[in-house]
Structure formats: structure tokens, C-alpha cells
């Protein structure tokens, strides 16, 4: 059998994270400045870049100033508002404005994301670094590490990441013959940007040295390029610098020194806690300056022994405070450039891990700093945050100049779990995560202050003695006025710094489990399947509830437009209109037009429940829209294109002409409109806003008109729509424009010497000064008066394949392009020359509708909209351009390029004769973006901090409209296969990934979650930590070691929980307590035999624990059997609801790690054996049978009368239960040890195959074939193929996958997994004849596409399996690399395609069949 491996969750979990202050162009040149008067100026401070598993996004940090709501406004704005309006009265004008408080302004920062990628390797760590070239264009270079041992420069070409270099060291011996079990992979960087290094198996390093000096590129060796910015790399043992370096616990380099400098950290010989009496203290620390560019020497600067036996990593001082910070489990050490050694202990258990002497003062905060991560965020103060998220400041206080005392503080705030910390700018804190969301935090610092008398200095004779620490470090004689003339100073107290947040990225973070179940819409008439997903872990649990769309709430019906084939709310101003308040004027629908056959009514719009129709035209409407300032109406028909006024009566004809071919679409953007007929002949006609008429014009002055496919007159609020000036005639050289010309390179090479770390003003002044000359649409009173328009433009797409963007109302061309038609992968105008497109494409793909959206929440960016004949969608993002690609421009240029940022194959039968159409909206519940009507209508939506998405119905929908006359902000219209509707969306509804759902904060950390069907209830197991506490074999308390500060040691203890459904979730009603020391390890919904219903069966709640005894007493565990029952109160009180109910416990004399059902008996491990029970008059458990297992059962499968048993070391069991005799019969087992997760049934058609995950992440297939010579008469599994899915298996659920709803037995199963970097993966089974086509095609992508960071996608999926002579990687797809086919250009396919025989839309129906999420 065949399949499929896919992502339908992207990972959201960060483990990496890195500021760059100039990554992007962004942060040198100024953003364009939106044309709305109350626009905020928008500023980029630096990039911050994530990454976690295989997933690497880049980030802008804006910074811009936004009003500080009024307390009342936050309070109930809307009380507080009435009240002021009725003591404004009737008046227009409000008559005490001096009597408000000025508004305030704070300044604030947000993420906004540039670009994301997945790569085909698991990212181990980031580094900033600045090459030769970063002093030409000013921009930072990236340096990524992957666990393979790989290091890829990357750079920000054209909008994107670009690929430098790719360095590898997977072949070098110590990759080969090293123990790879305990590499973990560290990259660092040289704060001067001179080196990088990557440690490698076997205590060694791998160096890359960065070329900083244009001499250093001029003596490269002859047989090395001369134009990369690097030296051969090298790979350096530590133990041929110094044999005593081994172990290596950490490094890093230190800022501040002439040389590279490296610290390490690293244990000469290993220790544990049970040896503490005889061997502690047992690392050491080395500082040494690595000089490659002489004779290769590492001369050492500082060496100390005896530190803490606990030591965890290491942390870079400031320049300013000299030295490296270690950080213990149990404290804090100091470690300066002379060897001298401070520390602090945060516990009492400092004294028992550690023989240095230690300021005791902080013991009381009783601290554990496992886990933790620390960042300076001044000279003398240290941020630790725990791993719970608690916030910790560390103040170094000074005796002279050496660090005397270490003081921790209480905790000042809180943030996520932290997995890394970065500083983020000015006063700014990035801390990511891996269990959920990640913040950007402000740094704030306060200071007590008391003023101080003025004193007179002791002026003192002239004394010739020279003090030569006064002549390197200033004058301590001078007294100190903090910068006050007058001299009174202040006594300034303790620094106090704190964090609060600016921004949060959402993320889903680690999933503990999933479990799916049923939720109900339309007040319980539909169902739909939805998928609960618990993610957290260490201080709190977040359950995302996962849907395949976005809901359907409806609000009422909208009978009257119950045949509406398109509808158009507008916003015309009538006087018998309704006002509401919280609604803007200019959004406040007041007419509908809807289109239905042959002809349009026109409805006139309150807040009453029924509009009310005031005319009707007979014809069908092609489109709408409001016209004059809102006060008209342009209507468009096949035949005519008439004006009318705000009650739907003509007022001009503007065009009739029955005899030209029918119109097919128009476009309306105030006062322009541009129609498009079937025949590809166009027409653009604008309107005259003093004499009230519309004429026509040509949008081609002096040449003939071209035929076109789509027509589009669209506005820009942004501001990023501009130009760049004609070389010509700015008066720019070409050395200007080109930028890294001979002579400009080699002055900007010289000027960057002075600044390795980060531009300077110098050189940010340099670049803006070459910057190409931009153009801005000069003020007139016309733009004043309609500042809210913004800037006009004009999009045409001819028949040729030319994409033309003309600016109005000059008609001018500024952009060309020939990549529209074809989805390549940007758009830009590359047609400088001027020669237009002449020779039609005859494969081409022709465009149904072009459509101009800003999409996004808050602050929306400008994309395009792309819809094909043959249903494919691609969307592109308009960015701003700040510097010209070529050399020279005869003419004004566009200085936007549009990047593809989403494709998709929207589904279409050959029987659908309803085709899809694009219908923009904005402010519904602060989104904005498109809607595509059709049979599976879509909603494309996207946000600041996350990529665009596109989110389906279940029904197909005819309409659709947004509209405000019943007074909701968030409401719009939709006509679906149920009826026509006013609908909502949720306020819950998160749409920040690619599944929407809903997300809710829980107080405890959850482990398991399970579905009653029954009852349609959740349940789930909670871990409370707990004091721990140790028992002897006759159940008494051991008493520990006993301390004022001692951490007492903690445990976990689990509770059962039910939760509450409907319109108040996830509130816990009931629930059960375990004993002490008890925890869930397993909970499932199981199907046994009852007596007490007449089918003889029932569904319970089966629990599987286990005890945690610690190492001096065996552990053991018990069965429960729960249901969930409904209660019904007393007549007085007439109040019902759930509770669970414990049927029964059974004793286990080992834990009970997994539990199912077969057949109405309940299958339950017990240690190394398992057994199956049945259910006695539902109170008791009897055991029928039982099998030797292996060592710890993980998981425990059922499919029809067979098992599948996995094993935490010994792979799988295949295995079947006989009933007369109660017995188990073993068929088959995998021989090979494998540290399994999970097993599952894998079914297509008749066919079964057996898929097993493990702890490293990789997918195995095998198969029960006695045929087969290799299964030794099938007592043994055959493995057939071997796939690495990236991170760990955390949860795995088999679902049945049906083609149509209406197929009772499902032909196939589908498995999801939940990861534990927060993705949800799938596998799905293909057919051979369609795995044999898809193979091809992930060959020529592999072959032919562009891969960031120029990785190889199959090496990466390849596991290294020392049993088999090649690789078994040919079974599985890749579905990240395939989901890539989409994104190649129209040419780039075919030519792959014909090389193999297809074409693409096979290709591309063949992924949409396997796609889809359950």
C-alpha cells in the first residue's frame, strides 16, 4: 500500500528566535504613509525572525503611536456615550469641547509578518551576521543551523529569503562514527560578525570565518570563488586545543574584545546527584581568543575550575560589566575577566550541590532554575525567567569596578513558558514559545529617586602624580551630577524592571492530546464534526476546538431574497436612513440591489426586520455601486450603464447599445468605472462631480485599445501604491540607481569598516540618499476634499497575457508585466523597455475576474486577487519597493511588487452550473478580504501577524453581501442551500491558522481529553503539581531532608473533570479526585456490554493510571470504569444536569498504560501483559484473558476482531482474540527495536496496512504478507517503507474518510497526528496508479524547484536505517514538497509535466482529492 503524508496545522511552536535590526529593506527606508488624515506614521525598528521545527517565519517590529483608551471606554464605552449625547442634545456641533481631556498616545509595537517558509530540515538554531556586502545594501544576513549538521547563509532578495550558501558537515567523521545520541547542535556567531561556529559530535566545532576586509577577499586561494563572503570552513577538535576539553555543556562568544573570543562551558568528568559526597563542583570554565587569521592559535585568556556540578548555560555580559554569567539549577555565577568568582544561590540546595560560597540572601526566593532563560536587558541587570513564565530581575551590584553582591528580586510579571529570549530593539523583549502563544514585551524600567542637597567639591592642589586608572577610566574624582547643571543629583535607588506586553503571536504550542466529537449549530438541528486539541504543558492548557470552516450562525432570515443570484448592500445617503451610532456613516447600508433572472428590485433598508421595495428594473445587474460622494447609484447591466439616484430612479443613461457584445463585468471606484465585454473589448468612463454626468474616455490616449481579459479600477488608502521617477528626468546618475556599482561598492565597503554590529547614522543616510527618486501625488483641493479616496489606479489584463497598471487620471503606464497570466511567483514592472506582449499564450489559463482587496485585520494590506477558468486562485500581496531592480527606467515605474503568497485549486464537478465570483468585504468583526460565492464558496481573510488563508462551507452559496441596516458591525448576508440568511460570525472564532477555531485559557495543566457521545460531553484529566511525597512498602511517609529554603520535591496528581457544552464551554461541573501520587495515563471512550439497555451496550469512560513511587518502591496502577449520567434536581429547585459516576476500580500491580474495546469487552495493559475484561452487571471487571506484551504498552488499536499492540521499545504486536475459548492469538510482529508511539490501522478497499510513529519523529509502513520470503511465513512484519515527518507523535487518532456523505461504510481510514511543535499532520492512502504519477512529479520538484536554504527535500525524508542496505523511502509521499507544484509558474509546470507524461490539472486534481482535512 501507498500514501500520503500532509500538514493540515502548521507548527506554531518557536524554539529559536533572533533580532536583526536590518534584515529587510523596511528598516532603512521609511514605509509609505497611508493617505488617511488620521493615519498613525508607522515606523520599522528592527526583524525579529522565529522558527521552530521545520517552520521559519521573518517579522516586521512596527512601532507607531496609537490613542490610549479612556478607562470609561474600556468600562462600557457605550453607557458613557449615551449619557454624553444626551447632555449634547439635538446640537450638530458639540458645544464644550475644552472641557474633555486631551488624548493621550502611547507608543506601541506589533508583529507584521514579511514572509514564511518550511523548510525541508529541522532548524537547531539562528545567528546574525554581517558580510562584505552588508556595507553596500546595509541589510543583516541570517546564518541557519539545521540538525544535520548544515549551516545556509540566507539574505533578503526581491521580497524574499534568498540562498547564499549552504554549508554541510554530515560527512565528516565525526558525523559518521560520533554518538549522535546526545548531539545536541549550538550555533553561534562573533559579535563583530568574524566568525560562526557550529558544534559537532565528539566535542568539535565547525568554523565558517566571515570576510570582513576587501584585502581579505583579494588573497583568497585561486581554487576558492572570490566572490562569496566567507573562508574555507574548517572542522577543529577541542581536544587539539586543550586535552581537557570535553564535555562541552555550552559556548558562546563574548562581546568587547579585539579577537574572537569564545567561552565554554564543560565538565572534565560527569557526576550525579547519588555522588555528590565525593565528586561535585566538577565544571570548569574556559575563555580563549580563536585567531584564525595568523598561525591559527588559541591562546587562553581565563580558566576556572570547581564550578556547580548543575550548571545549565551560559550568558554574554555586557562590554560594560565584563565577564560570563553561569546559570546553575541553583543559582547564579559570575564569572569575571580575571577569574574571580561571585555567586548567589536562589535555593537552599546550593549547599548541598556545591562547595563555592555564595551570597545567601536570595535563597529565600526558592527558586528552580531548570528550564529557565536569562537576557541582560541593561549593563547591571539580568532578566531570568523561570520555566513556568515567572519573571525574575538579577542585579549585579558593583564593589569598585568588580561585581560584588548578586541580589534577585521577587518576581515582577509574567509571560509564557519561555523556550528562547532575545532583546528586540530599544526597550523591547521577544520571548518564544513552544507551548502556546509567544509575546513581544515591553521592557520597563523604574527608578526611586530622592533628591540630594547641593555640596561643595574640596578643591585640592595640583598634584603631579599620575593615577593610571584615572587616565583609562576617567577622573573618580569628579563628582557625579547625573547631568544636572546645577548640580543637585539624585540618590538614585534600585533599577526595577518589569515586562509588559506590546504584542502576541498566537501559537498553538506542544498538543498533550485530541480527541474529536460532535458540536451542534442552527439551535441543535446540524451537527459537524470538530477536533479538540489540548496544547500547553507547564503552567497552563489551552483547548483549541478545530473546525473544517468557518461556521454558519445565523441570525434570521432574509426571506425576501430567498432567489437572489447577487446581491449589493450600499452605503447611499437617503434621508428615511437609519443612523446608528457605532457604526461609521460611510458603512451604514441604506439600499439593496438584488439580481434575480431577468430582472433587479431595489429595496430600501431600516432596522426593521423587513425592507421594504421601492422600484424594480427589468433587467439583471452585472454591478453596482455608490457614485458622487454616496449620493448616486452606477448601475450596470449587460446592455446599459445607467446613473440613479438614492431611491433606485434614473437619473442619465450613460450607455445603451444593444448591438455590442453583452457586458460580463464592470468596475466601480468613485468617480471611475470601467466595463469589460465578452468579446474582450473594454471601456473606461468617468464622472464629472460638478455637473453631475458620467462620460466615456479611452484608456489608451493615442493608441487603439486592446482586447481584454479583465478590467479593474481600484483605490489605494495605504499609500503603497507610487512611483518611482524616470531616471531621465531625475537627474539621478546611474551609479545612483544601480547601488552596487564599482565605485559606490567599494566607498561603502570602506565606510562599513567603521560598524561590524549594525548600521550606522552615516551609512543609513548614505542609503536613503541613493535611494531612486519616489513620487507623490502633489495635494489638490480635488484630493483634499476626498482625502478618504486615496490614490486611483487602473488594471489591465489583455488578451496578450500583458498585466498593465495605469495611474489616473493621467492614464500613464507604470507597471508591465507578462507573469500574471502565467502565476509566477512575482510580479513587478519588468517590461522597462516598453515592447508590449503581443503573441497570446494558446495554453493559457485566461482570468475569469481580477479583483484589487485589502486583506487582513486591524490594518489591512493591499492583495490581488487572481480567479481562473480552471478554478485556481492566487492571491498577491502588494509590497512596497524601495530601490529599482534595474538599472535604468525610461519612464515612471510602479514601486510595488506583487508576491504570490497563496494558491489554490478551488474544488468544481463537471455537472456545476454555478461558477465562482469574488466579492470583496470589509469590518466584519474587524476583517477584511474577499468571499467566493460557487459550490464551495470560500472566505479568504489573513492578519498582521500571519499568512493569508482561505476557509470553506459545507453548502454551496449563491450570494453574498455585507450589511449594517439591523445596526451589527459584524453582520453579512449569505444565500446557501438552507435559505437566505442574516449571519454572524462567532466572537470566539479565532482565524490566525489554518484551521479556524475556537481557543480557551484553562487555569490547569491538562494531559488527557475524551468525548462522551452519549452525552455529548468532554472529559478530561488534569495534573496538579503537588508536594511529593515518599512511602515505604507498608504505605508510611518517609520524611526528606528538611530545610528553611529547600524546594521540597514535587509530583503531579491527577483529577478527572466533566465540562460544561452550549453557550457557556469548558466550565467544569463536575469531577473526580485521584489518590496521591496518581496520574492519568491513558483515558478513552469504550463501548462495553450492558445489560441495562436493550441494545446491550454501553458507552463508559475508561481511565487508565499509574503511581509514582520513585525509585525505592514498585509502582503499580488501577482501571476506572466512569459514565456520565444526567441528574435531575428536586421539584423545588427543577435544576438538571451532568455528573460522572464511578462504575468501578480494579487494582493493577503495574500501570495501566493503554486502554480500548473489541467486541463489548475492554482491552487494558497491566505492565508487560495484557488483558481483557468484561463488564459485569456494570459494576465489576473480570478478567477473560490475557497475553505477555513487551516492557510498557503505548497504545492499543482495534480493528475488527484484530489488535495492534505497540511497544515504548519493541515495536508492534499484531494480534487476535478468539471468544470461544477467551484467548489471544499473536499472528505477527515486528522484530526490529523501535521506540514505537503509536500503531495504527491504515485500510483502503480491502487492503491494510500497518503505520507506526516513534519518538524521532519517523513513519514506518509495514505489512502482514505471508507471501512474502522475508516474514518467515508471516510470523514476522515486512517493513515496506521508512519516512521521517519531522517532530515527535504526541496523539494519534484513526477517523473513517469518506468520498460523499452518502457512502454508509467508509472505504478508507485517515490518521491524524498531533506533534509536539503544534502541528497536525495526516496520512492518507493512495491509490498505485496515482502514487505513481505524484512520484514523478515530487521528483522534478525536487529536481527543478527553487528550495529555501537549498536544502534536499528527499535527503531530509530519508531515515538512516543500519539494518538495510538502501533506504526505504519510495512508499510515503511528501505532501509539503507537492503542496510546492502550485506554486511554479504555468511554463515551469508543463515543462515538468511533459517530461512525465501529464499535465498539470490532473496533477492538481489528484492533490485536491487527497487534500481536505476529515
Known amino acids: 500500500m501507498f500514501a500520503i503524508h500532509q500538514t493540515l496545522l502548521p507548527p506554531s511552536a518557536i524554539h529559536h528566535s533572533l533580532f536583526l535590526p536590518n534584515f529587510t529593506p523596511s528598516t532603512i527606508y521609511a514605509l509609505p504613509r497611508s493617505s488617511l488624515p488620521d493615519a498613525p506614521e508607522v515606523k520599522v525598528v528592527g526583524n525579529l525572525v522565529v522558527a521552530g521545527g521545520q517552520d521559519i517565519r521573518v517579522f516586521e517590529i512596527r512601532e507607531e503611536r496609537a490613542p490610549v483608551l479612556d478607562r470609561r471606554e474600556v468600562n462600557g464605552g457605550g453607557d458613557v456615550g449615551e449619557a454624553e449625547m444626551e447632555e449634547l442634545g439635538d446640537s450638530f456641533f458639540d458645544s464644550g469641547p475644552t472641557e474633555r481631556a486631551p488624548v493621550r498616545y502611547e507608543t506601541t509595537r506589533r508583529l507584521h509578518l514579511v514572509c514564511q517558509h518550511q523548510l525541508h530540515g529541522e532548524i537547531t538554531g539562528l545567528a546574525a551576521l554581517r558580510t562584505i556586502e552588508s556595507s553596500v545594501d546595509g541589510l543583516d544576513r541570517l546564518l541557519v543551523s539545521f540538525k544535520s549538521a548544515k549551516m545556509a547563509l540566507l539574505e533578503w532578495s526581491r521580497g524574499d529569503i534568498a540562498t547564499v550558501s549552504l554549508h554541510t558537515y554530515e560527512r565528516s567523521s565525526q558525523m559518521s562514527t560520533g554518538d549522535l545520541s546526545t548531539y545536541i547542535p549550538k550555533l553561534r556567531s562573533d559579535p563583530l560578525s568574524r566568525m560562526a561556529l557550529l558544534s559537532l559530535p565528539e566535542d568539535s566545532l565547525a568554523i565558517l570565518p566571515i570576510l570582513q576586509e576587501q584585502s581579505d577577499l583579494d588573497l583568497m586561494h585561486e581554487n576558492f570563488p572570490r566572490d562569496v563572503p566567507y573562508s574555507p570552513s574548517l572542522v577543529l577538535s577541542l581536544a587539539d586545543v586543550s586535552p581537557s576539553l570535553k564535555n562541552l555543556q555550552d559556548l558562546l562568544f563574548l562581546p568587547g574584545f579585539h579577537s574572537p573570543t569564545l567561552a565554554m562551558l564543560y565538565s572534565p568528568a560527569h557526576t550525579w546527584a547519588g555522588r555528590y559526597h565525593s565528586a561535585k563542583d566538577t565544571f570548569a570554565l574556559e575563555i580563549r581568543t580563536f585567531d584564525l587569521s595568523s598561525t591559527g592559535s588559541y591562546p ?179 563628582p557625579e551630577t547625573n547631568g544636572l547643571a546645577n548640580g543637585i543629583g539624585h540618590d538614585t535607588g534600585p533599577v ?22 460532535i458540536a451542534a449549530t442552527d439551535q441543535g438541528v446540524r451537527t459537524y464534526p470538530q477536533l479538540v486539541a489540548v496544547s500547553g504543558g507547564s503552567k497552563r ?21 430567498s432567489h437572489a443570484d447577487r446581491v449589493w448592500f450600499l452605503p447611499i445617503q437617503r434621508q428615511s436612513g437609519q443612523k446608528f451610532r457605532n457604526i461609521p456613516e460611510a458603512e451604514q447600508t441604506t439600499l439593496l440591489l438584488s439580481s434575480e433572472g431577468s430582472q433587479t428590485r431595489v429595496f430600501a433598508l431600516s432596522n426593521k426586520a423587513t425592507p421594504e421595495q421601492i422600484g424594480r428594473i427589468g433587467s439583471r445587474t452585472v454591478a453596482a455601486g455608490p457614485f458622487f460622494q454616496r449620493s448616486c447609484v452606477i448601475h450596470v447591466t449587460p446592455t446599459e450603464l445607467n446613473l440613479l439616484d438614492s431611491d433606485g430612479k434614473q437619473l442619465q443613461a450613460i450607455y445603451s447599445d444593444a448591438t455590442m457584445s453583452p457586458i460580463v463585468s464592470a468596475s466601480i471606484s468613485d468617480p471611475y468605472v470601467a466595463i469589460c465585454r465578452a468579446d474582450g473589448s473594454a471601456s473606461l468612463f468617468v464622472g464629472d462631480s460638478v455637473a453631475r454626468t458620467v462620460t466615456g474616455t479611452s484608456f489608451t490616449p493615442g493608441a487603439e485599445s486592446p482586447l481584454c481579459q479583465a478590467i479593474e479600477v481600484f483605490s489605494d488608502l495605504t499609500g503603497i501604491y507610487r512611483t518611482f521617477e524616470a531616471s531621465a528626468s531625475s537627474g539621478i546618475d546611474s551609479a545612483r540607481l544601480d547601488g552596487p556599482a564599482t565605485a559606490s561598492r567599494s566607498t561603502a565597503i570602506r565606510l562599513g569598516q567603521q560598524s561590524r554590529m549594525q548600521l550606522t547614522q552615516q551609512q543609513i543616510k548614505r542609503l536613503q540618499d541613493e535611494k531612486p527618486a519616489i513620487s507623490v501625488e502633489a495635494g489638490t483641493a480635488e484630493s483634499a476634499m476626498h482625502a478618504n479616496r486615496g490614490t486611483q489606479w487602473l488594471a489591465v489584463l489583455t488578451r496578450a497575457g500583458e498585466f498593465q497598471i495605469r495611474s489616473l487620471p493621467d492614464l500613464a503606464i507604470v507597471l508591465q508585466s507578462d507573469g500574471l497570466a502565467s502565476s509566477d511567483p512575482s510580479l513587478t514592472d519588468d517590461l522597462v523597455d516598453g515592447v508590449p506582449v503581443t503573441a497570446p499564450d494558446e495554453e493559457a489559463d485566461e482570468v475569469k475576474q481580477m479583483m484589487f482587496v485589502p486583506i487582513g485585520r486591524g490594518t489591512p494590506r493591499p492583495h ?14 502588494a509590497q512596497p519597493r524601495f530601490t529599482l531592480d534595474a538599472s535604468r527606467q525610461a519612464r515612471r515605474s510602479l514601486a510595488v511588487r506583487f508576491r504570490k503568497v497563496f494558491t489554490q485549486l478551488l474544488p468544481s464537478t463537471a455537472a456545476s452550473r454555478l461558477p465562482y465570483h469574488i466579492i470583496p468585504f470589509s469590518n466584519i468583526e474587524g476583517l477584511s478580504g474577499a468571499f467566493i460565492t460557487g459550490e464551495k464558496p470560500h472566505w479568504v481573510i489573513s492578519s498582521d501577524a500571519h499568512p493569508l488563508r482561505t476557509y470553506g462551507l459545507k453548502q454551496a452559496a449563491m450570494a453574498f453581501g455585507r450589511t449594517t441596516h439591523l445596526g451589527g458591525a459584524g453582520e453579512y448576508f449569505v444565500r446557501i442551500e438552507d435559505g437566505s440568511f442574516i449571519c454572524y460570525l462567532p466572537p470566539t472564532l479565532n482565524t490566525d491558522f489554518a484551521m479556524p477555531c475556537d481557543r480557551y485559557e484553562m487555569e490547569r495543566v491538562y494531559t488527557n481529553v475524551v468525548f462522551d457521545p452519549p452525552s455529548a460531553h468532554y472529559v478530561g484529566a488534569s495534573a496538579v503539581t503537588t508536594a511529593f511525597q515518599m512511602y515505604d512498602e507498608e504505605g508510611e511517609i518517609q520524611p526528606g531532608p528538611e530545610g528553611e529554603n529547600l524546594i521540597p520535591p514535587t509530583n503531579e496528581r491527577s483529577t478527572l473533570e466533566l465540562f460544561s457544552q452550549g453557550s457557556d464551554p469548558w466550565r467544569v461541573i463536575d469531577g473526580y479526585d485521584f489518590d496521591q501520587n496518581e496520574v492519568v495515563l491513558c483515558m478513552q471512550s469504550v463501548t462495553l456490554e450492558s445489560g441495562s439497555l436493550p441494545g446491550g451496550y454501553r458507552d463508559f469512560i475508561a481511565v487508565g493510571t499509574g503511581f509514582d513511587f520513585a525509585e525505592d518502591r514498585a509502582t503499580r496502577g488501577n482501571t476506572y470504569i466512569f459514565e456520565v449520567v444526567e441528574t435531575v434536581g428536586s421539584p423545588e429547585q427543577k ?31 497491566n505492565g508487560p501483559k495484557m488483558y481483557v475484561k468484561g463488564f459485569d452487571f456494570d459494576e465489576r471487571l473480570m478478567g477473560l484473558a490475557f497475553l505477555d506484551v513487551n516492557l510498557y504498552v503505548t497504545s492499543i488499536r482495534v480493528f475488527k476482531n484484530f489488535m495492534l499492540i505497540s511497544d515504548h521499545a519493541k515495536s508492534i504486536w499484531f494480534v487476535s482474540l478468539q471468544e470461544d475459548p477467551y484467548k489471544f492469538t499473536t499472528i505477527s510482529k515486528d522484530l526490529q527495536k523501535v521506540a514505537t508511539v503509536s500503531g495504527d490501522f491504515l485500510v483502503q478497499e480491502g487492503q491494510v496496512s500497518f503505520v507506526t510513529t516513534d519518538r524521532s519523529g519517523d513513519i514506518r509502513m509495514l505489512d502482514f504478507d505471508p507471501a512474502d520470503p522475508d516474514s518467515f511465513n508471516g510470523e514476522r512484519l515486512v517493513l515496506r517503507t521508512e519516512y521521517h515527518a519531522g517532530p515527535a507523535v504526541t496523539a494519534s487518532k484513526t477517523i473513517a474518510r469518506r468520498r460523499t456523505t452518502d457512502e454508509e461504510f467508509a472505504p478508507q481510514t485517515q490518521l491524524i497526528y498531533g506533534t509536539a511543535d503544534g502541528s497536525i499532520t495526516t496520512v492518507v492512502a493512495v491509490r498505485p496508479a496515482r502514487f505513481k504519477r505524484l512520484q514523478l512529479v515530487a521528483d522534478q520538484l525536487v529536481r527543478n524547484a527553487q528550495h529555501v536554504a537549498g536544502l534536499n527535500p528527499r535527503a531530509f525524508r530519508t531515515v538512516q536505517n543500519d539494518l538495510l542496505a538502501r533506504p526505504l523511502s519510495k512508499g510515503i509521499l511528501d505532501g509539503d514538497l507537492l503542496a510546492h507544484f502550485a506554486l511554479q509558474p504555468v511554463k515551469r509546470q508543463r515543462e515538468m509535466m511533459r517530461q512525465i507524461g501529464t499535465d498539470a490539472m490532473t496533477v492538481a486534481n489528484d492533490l485536491q482529492s487527497l487534500g481536505g482535512f476529515w
Not at 496 to 517: C, H, N, Q, R, T
Open 541 to 561: 492548557s489551552t483547548f483549541n476546538v478545530l473546525r473544517r470552516g468557518i461556521p454558519i450562525n445565523k441570525r434570521r432570515r432574509f426571506n425576501e431574497l
Open 1135 to 1165: 435544576i438538571s444536569g451532568w455528573k460522572l459516576k464511578l462504575r468501578t476500580k480494579d487494582p493493577a500491580r503495574n500501570p495501566v498504560s493503554a486502554v480500548s474495546n473489541i467486541n463489548g469487552y475492554l482491552l487494558n495493559s
Open 496 to 517: 526595577k524592571v518589569s515586562l509588559s506586553p506590546y504584542d502576541v503571536l498566537a501559537g498553538v504550542g506542544k498538543i498533550m492530546d485530541m480527541e474529536f466529537g
Open 864 to 877: 490581488l486577487l487572481v480567479l481562473h477558468a480552471s478554478g485556481r486562485l492566487n492571491a498577491y500581496e
Open 300 to 478: 587562553l585568556l581565563t580558566s576556572v575550575t570547581g564550578l556547580p556540578s548543575d550548571a545549565l548555560y551560559l550568558v554574554a555580559c555586557p562590554a560594560a560589566l565584563g565577564g560570563v554569567v553561569v546559570v546553575t539549577a541553583t543559582g547564579i555565577v559570575h564569572v569575571d575577566q580575571s577569574g574571580r568568582v561571585v555567586s548567589a544561590g536562589v535555593n537552599a540546595w546550593w549547599g548541598y550541590t556545591t562547595s563555592l560560597q555564595n551570597d545567601r540572601s536570595s535563597e529565600a526566593r526558592k527558586l528552580s532554575l531548570e528550564g529557565s532563560r536569562s537576557i541582560f536587558v541593561a549593563e547591571r541587570d539580568l532578566l531570568l525567567v523561570l520555566q513556568n513564565g515567572d519573571v525574575h530581575q538579577v542585579r549585579f551590584e558593583m564593589e569598585g569596578r568588580a561585581v560584588g553582591t548578586i541580589k534577585v528580586d521577587e518576581q515582577s510579571s509574567s509571560v509564557p513558558p519561555p523556550t528562547s529570549i532575545v532583546i528586540a530593539g530599544d526597550k523591547a523583549l521577544f520571548v518564544g514559545s513552544a507551548e502556546g502563544d509567544s509575546l513581544l514585551a515591553k521592557v520597563e524600567v523604574a527608578r526611586d529617586e530622592a533628591v540630594v542637597q547641593e555640596s561643595k567639591v574640596e578643591e585640592k592642589p595640583y598634584d603631579m602624580e599620575v593615577d593610571y586608572d584615572d587616565d583609562l577610566y576617567g577622573d573618580s574624582n569628579i
